[in-house]
Each structure stands twice: as C-alpha cells, then as structure tokens.
C-alpha cells in the first residue's frame, strides 16, 4: 500500500521558516517524482514545487521562488519543503504527491497524494 505522509506543518509567525517533510512508504521513492501544493480556505490547490526522481531538476511556482527550498533525500524515503521568510499569504494546508513522471505531478496528476499539513502563518 503506497502511503504520503506530511509532516513538520504548524503556527508560525511571519518571516519565520517550517521544513516539511513527506515520508512514503510502499514505493521505489528514487523512481518517483514528488511536488508540494497547497491550498488556502476558499481557493483551489496550486503548485508549489516539484523535484525530480533523482532530485537533479526542481521547480518552483513563482510565489516560491526565493522563499522556498525542495529537496529530497532518497536513501530516506523522504522529500522536504523548506519555507522561509514566511507570509500569512501563505497559510495553507500543504500536500506532497508522487508520481513516475515529474512532468504528471506538477500538472497535479500524481498518482498518489498525502493527506495534508496545516501550515498557518500569523501576522
């Protein structure tokens, strides 16, 4: 049974930083690609970031990009989402999907997807 699970979501304060984590579990990791996306109360699920299977191309939507940091580490079975310099633009509930193809996953139709973080950034 193929299982995502986020971790590492919270309160904090604006321009502080979170890490989240994705764990899976029932899949060759290495052969997947991983995406975060988020979606606020009242609006639809948007990108975040991708990375690919072996981690060597990432992508960020734009209100990522200098804020936001993917990575994964596969000998752990694990992807990462570091935020900085937090915005309460930014409080959302966060989820990680995976799928064998990067190009899938960042178009949102990963195979599989995890239940969700809250990430919650006060002013």
């Known amino acids: 049974q193929v299982q995502l699970v986020e971790s590492g979501g919270g309160l904090v304060q604006a321009g502080g930083s979170v890490r989240l984590s994705c764990g899976a579990s029932?899949?060759?990791?290495?052969?997947?690609?991983i995406a975060w996306f988020r979606q606020a109360p009242g609006k639809e699920r948007e990108f975040v970031a991708a990375?690919?299977?072996?981690?060597?191309?990432?992508y960020y939507a734009d209100c990522a990009k200098g804020r936001f940091t993917i990575s994964r580490d596969n000998a752990k079975n694990t992807a990462y989402l570091q935020m900085n310099s937090l915005k309460p633009e930014d409080t959302a509930v966060y989820y990680c999907?995976?799928?064998?193809?990067?190009?899938?996953?960042?178009?949102?139709?990963?195979?599989?997807w995890g239940q969700g973080t809250q990430v919650t950034v006060s002013s």
């Open positions: 990375i690919s299977e072996l981690g060597r191309k990432t």
């Open positions: 999907a995976g799928d064998l193809s990067t190009d899938r996953v960042k178009a949102a139709r990963g195979a599989y």
């Open positions: 029932g899949l060759t990791f290495r052969s997947y690609g």
